[in-house]
């Protein structure tokens, strides 16, 4: 990795950070997920910073930008968009939704129906949407980071497995520690940190660094430890549902993509372990013959991390 590349990558971290406080795990973990092409899922209750770090994200590097809000009666088409006829000339055209923007915000995605969340999946997966037989290309780069509250609360509609498949990462937010909490009240009497936030690269970058992530080595040892891990996620009986294909290769994604932003053109153990909770947690299914009290993502979490504890690390 060259000095240019590893000085932007470490503004983009500030300048998140200038927004974000005490919340360098949450900042790293959503530059993975840019830098993997992938998409992210951050779930927690309101008010700790879900929606603000998309927007100190997409204020980081120059893109188009645009927030939807979830609701129950948001319809397909105010996602994607939709046709009209223009009488001018006698034809129907297509006018853009605001899915075409480089960062696209799914606030509380889980407020609305499935039907609605469903409108994400073309987009998400081949970043494209096909409406009336023709195909449109989004642009790039491109990348949906959704928000959802806990499913607890009321009004919510979970999300398909086939939904939370396409997600590359999820991750939680968590409460503040006292003393960044503090830091946030200070400022809040001042001028609105986001207010401040300038761009620190272009979108020609971040698809440069894309590009540049898919060079990354991965040994072969690292590759059986992650599928040794994978193939406990099918053979256990505490799980229904164990990690797909997609998921092994949403994986070594986010390796190459964690290691290129520490600076790496190689992987190393470390950069699987560390991500095998926000990448698998939400793709397998605790049977309920072994559920607890615990939350079922807390009951898939303790499951993989014992898991990964049991698996041997190659040195």
Do not use: W
């Not at 430890?225 to 193939?231: D, F, G, Q």
Request: hydrophobic share 45%; net charge neutral; with cysteine.
């Amino acid at each position: 990795m060259t000095i240019t590349i590893a000085s932007q990558i470490a503004q983009l971290r500030q300048s998140i950070a200038t927004v974000i406080k005490g919340k360098d795990e949450a900042i790293g973990l959503a530059i993975v997920a840019l830098l993997a092409r992938g998409h992210l899922l951050i779930e927690d209750v309101p008010g700790v910073g879900k929606t603000t770090l998309a927007h100190a994200l997409a204020r980081s590097f120059n893109c188009s930008f645009q927030r939807i809000q979830f609701t129950s009666d948001l319809l397909p088409s105010d996602v994607v968009g939709i046709s009209v006829f223009n009488q001018t000339q006698n034809e129907f055209e297509f006018r853009p939704g605001p899915v075409f923007a480089n960062i696209v915000l799914a606030d509380e995605i889980n407020r609305t129906t499935p039907k609605t969340q469903s409108a994400l999946l073309e987009a998400m997966n081949e970043a494209q949407v096909t409406m009336d037989g023709r195909t449109h290309a989004l642009p790039q780069p491109f990348m949906v980071m959704a928000t959802q509250n806990p499913i607890e609360h009321h009004g919510t509609y979970p999300l398909p497995e086939s939904q939370l498949d396409r997600f590359l990462l999820r991750i939680r937010m968590g409460y503040p520690a006292r003393a960044s909490e503090k830091e946030i009240l200070r400022n809040h009497s001042g001028q609105a940190p986001m207010d401040g936030m300038r761009p620190v690269m272009e979108a020609r970058d971040v698809l440069a660094m894309q590009e540049a992530v898919r060079q990354v080595r991965v040994d072969d040892s690292l590759l059986d430890y992650a599928l040794e891990i994978v193939e406990g996620t099918r053979r256990t009986e505490r799980l229904t549902m164990g990690v797909s294909p997609r998921g092994s290769l949403m994986l070594h994604r986010a390796a190459q993509a964690r290691a290129f932003a520490e600076g790496r053109d190689f992987c190393l153990p470390d950069d699987f372990k560390q991500l095998i909770l926000p990448v698998f947690a939400h793709r397998v299914v605790v049977n309920t013959r072994f559920a607890s009290i615990q939350k079922k993502s807390e009951q898939a979490e303790a499951i993989l991390t014992e898991l990964v504890d049991s698996t041997h690390v190659p040195l």
